[in-house]
């Protein structure tokens, strides 16, 4: 989870911080071994994937990314619940 949280860029933080504080309890073994394997790639790339702004290439792509990249794309991701405007 610390991970999830602080990964460099405030944006990535947000976004993949809000994600897997939502989901990880119902992460199954495979999903939290998928997971390890986004935190690994550079913040760079993710923010640009996840945003919807570049698309994830095959070499990379993975169900938790895809699922993650479907959230964040929305607008509002990394919002805050209370934070977000009605």
Do not use: N, Q, Y
Request: hydrophobic letters at 40%; charged letters at 30%; glycine letters at 8%.
């Amino acid at each position: 989870m610390f991970r999830a949280w602080h990964r460099g860029t405030k944006e990535t933080d947000l976004m993949i911080g809000h994600f897997v504080a939502r989901h990880i309890a119902s992460f199954t073994e495979a999903e939290l071994d998928d997971l390890e394997g986004v935190l690994e790639l550079l913040d760079v790339d993710l923010a640009e994937w996840l945003t919807g702004r570049s698309p994830i290439p095959a070499s990379v792509r993975s169900p938790m990314l895809d699922r993650m990249a479907d959230e964040c794309s929305r607008p509002g991701a990394g919002v805050p619940e209370g934070a977000r405007r009605a």
